[in-house]
């Protein structure tokens, strides 16, 4: 079992990243995906969830209408669009597969927004 992020890196604040996560190992079409976040000294927190087949999103408060979550089941892969982002958002980003009492997690993405 695999998942591997990528896209993250450094934007100015207002800017755009596209963080990707690429399973392999499980059925992922099976699975719903969330993408967490983690700041330094602070507890890692819930950013987004995807159903196993993509009907239904949440988001947290803090990216509502900022982020968005899709995923193509074809490629086994979960996106997390993230647009005008602000400092705050700054964090290692994870993702994570979740069904029932089975879950995986991916290695983490850095993303840091400053001037």
């Known amino acids: 079992v695999q998942l591997v992020e990528s896209g993250g890196g450094l934007v100015q604040p207002g800017g755009s990243l596209r963080l990707s996560c690429a399973a392999s190992?499980?059925?992922?079409?099976?699975?719903?995906m969330r993408w967490y976040r983690q700041a330094p000294g602070k507890e890692r927190e819930l950013v987004a969830v995807?159903?196993?087949?993509?009907?239904?999103?949440n988001y947290a408060d803090s990216v509502k209408g900022r982020f968005t979550i899709s995923r193509d089941n074809a490629k086994n892969t979960v996106y997390l669009q993230m647009n005008s982002l602000k400092p705050e958002d700054t964090a290692v980003y994870y993702c994570?597969?979740?069904?029932?009492?089975?879950?995986?997690w991916g290695q983490g993405t850095q993303v840091t927004v400053s001037s």
């Open positions: 190992g499980f059925t992922f079409s099976s699975y719903a």
């Open positions: 994570k597969a979740q069904r029932g009492l089975y879950d995986y």
């Open positions: 995807i159903s196993s087949v993509g009907g239904n999103t």
